[in-house]
Each structure stands twice: as C-alpha cells, then as structure tokens.
C-alpha cells in the first residue's frame, strides 16, 4: 500500500505560480509512475501531468504544457508540480497518483491516490 499525501495548495492571482508537492509512504518508489489530476467540481479528474519512474519522461495536458512542469526527487520520494502563469481555469482540487506500470492520461490506470490539495486562483 502507498499513501500519497500532496501540499503547496492554496490561493494565488492569476499570473502568479505555486508548487505542489506530493510525498509517499513506501521505500519503493522509484517502482511508481507518477501523476497529477485536478478535479473540477463535477467531480470528474483531468489528467495535468505525468512523469515515468525514471524522471526522464514527462507528459503535459494541452491546456498546461508550457506553464506546468513535472518532476521528482527519488532521494525524497517526491513528487513536485510547478505551476507558472496560472489562470482562473486552473482552480481545482489537485490530486497526485501512482502507478507501477503506466503514465496514463486515463485516472482508471493509477492504482494510489492522495487526498488533493486546493488550488484557487483570482482573477
């Protein structure tokens, strides 16, 4: 079992940046792909971001890519988001996931999830 637990949410004016961080419990986790979501309040998870175990591969939402960047610190067993020119659109509850065998743009293929961290942003 891997807990996933994220932090760095919180409320910011558009133009502005924030990093999120996601930490796991496991001394494995080299063995994960990792990924973030945000969740609108339909409900539904829109895949942002994912990163492959190594860190040498990383994959961007159209809607992000150019602002967003992924990357993780194995020696910490973290996972960071830097979010850079935010917009009002991206206010959303941001969840990170785990998988052992994919970078998926699909939340059905991640196996560990946290619990999210509030992302808002003012116009």
């Known amino acids: 079992q891997v807990q996933l637990v994220e932090s760095g949410g919180g409320l910011v004016q558009a133009g502005g940046s924030l990093r999120l961080s996601c930490t796991a419990s496991?001394?494995?986790?080299?063995?994960?792909?990792m990924a973030w979501f945000r969740r609108a309040p339909d409900g539904v998870r829109v895949f942002v971001a994912s990163i492959d175990r190594s860190g040498g591969k990383t994959y961007f939402a159209d809607s992000v890519s150019g602002r967003f960047f992924i990357s993780r610190d194995q020696a910490r067993n973290t996972v960071y988001l830097q979010m850079n020119s935010l917009k009002p659109e991206d206010t959303a509850v941001y969840h990170c996931?785990?998988?052992?065998?994919?970078?998926?743009?699909?939340?059905?293929?991640?196996?560990?999830w946290g619990q999210g961290t509030q992302v808002t942003v003012s116009s």
């Open positions: 496991t001394h494995t986790f080299s063995m994960y792909n």
């Open positions: 996931a785990a998988s052992s065998f994919t970078t998926s743009r699909s939340p059905n293929a991640y196996d560990y």
